[in-house]
């Protein structure tokens, strides 16, 4: 059974960098079916899609936080990163890492079929 | 603000139907399909419907979608206890070459 789980700092001071790696076991990040992606919820709030990232390298990313994000994803240890910087109060959120499924046509009627059990992040000096 | 508009609280008795809609636009609802996302208190979303009206394989069929225009429905019948969460539908949005969220309904069984 597919398990992805979110590992990181809970805590991160004002204007540094947000620092997340999503290992998954029991499955294979290198498909063609599949894009790894981060969505965040802050507390109290609802769902905001940050980005994903294919088995290539090639990336998607949330326009609005387009210039602070960098993904990353590392095939030979099945797992997948996210770095948001210059981080603020506004970025403090439980951060999920999920699996897209795109093996439809076209990709983007794709969905989110697997989720990590989110890491809550606190920006705070 | 969300990009997909849901109305913030549902509420229902146990037995009964309920549902909750969501709203959105013609570069999203009104071009894509529509998933929902189920979320218990204290866990992480679980999808729940995918492409309008599809159940993962697990998801008991009191659980239904359906879509018209820029407009989405689910309906939750035979409404029990265990189906109090928030309840978020998403579509790709073709504007934002991404998928987008609709703000959550939660969902109280009475």
């Known amino acids: 059974q597919l398990q992805l789980q979110e590992s990181g700092p809970g805590l991160v001071k004002p204007s540094e960098t947000l620092s997340l790696t999503c290992t998954v076991s029991?499955?294979?990040?290198?498909?063609?079916?599949?894009?790894w992606g981060w969505i965040r919820q802050p507390p109290g709030k609802g769902l905001e899609w940050i980005g994903g990232i294919y088995y290539n390298g090639f990336t998607y990313q949330n326009p609005s936080l387009k210039s602070r994000i960098t993904l990353s994803v590392d095939t030979s240890n099945n797992h997948f990163s996210l770095k948001l910087s210059s981080v603020t109060a506004a970025d403090t959120a439980v951060y999920y890492c999920?699996?897209?499924?795109?093996?439809?046509?076209?990709?983007?009627?794709?969905?989110?079929?697997?989720w990590g059990q989110g890491t809550l992040v606190t920006v705070s000096s | 603000q969300s990009v997909l508009t849901q109305p913030p609280s549902a509420s229902g008795t146990p037995g009964l139907r309920v549902t909750i809609s969501c709203s959105g636009s013609s570069s999203n609802i009104g071009s894509n399909t529509v998933n929902w996302y189920q979320q218990l208190p204290g866990a992480a979303p679980k999808l729940l419907i995918y492409?309008?009206?599809q159940r993962p394989s697990g998801v008991p069929d009191r659980f239904s979608g359906s879509k018209s225009g820029t407009s989405a429905s689910l309906a939750i019948s035979g409404l029990q206890s265990e189906d109090e969460a928030d309840y978020y539908c998403?579509?790709?949005?073709?504007?934002?070459?991404?998928?987008?969220f609709g703000g959550g309904t939660k969902l109280t069984v009475l």
């Open positions: 999920a699996r897209r499924n795109i093996d439809v046509v076209p990709a983007a009627m794709g969905w989110f079929d697997s």
């Open positions: 492409t309008n009206d």
């Open positions: 029991g499955g294979s990040i290198n498909s063609r079916s599949y894009y």
């Open positions: 998403a579509a790709w949005d073709d504007s934002l070459n991404g998928p987008v």
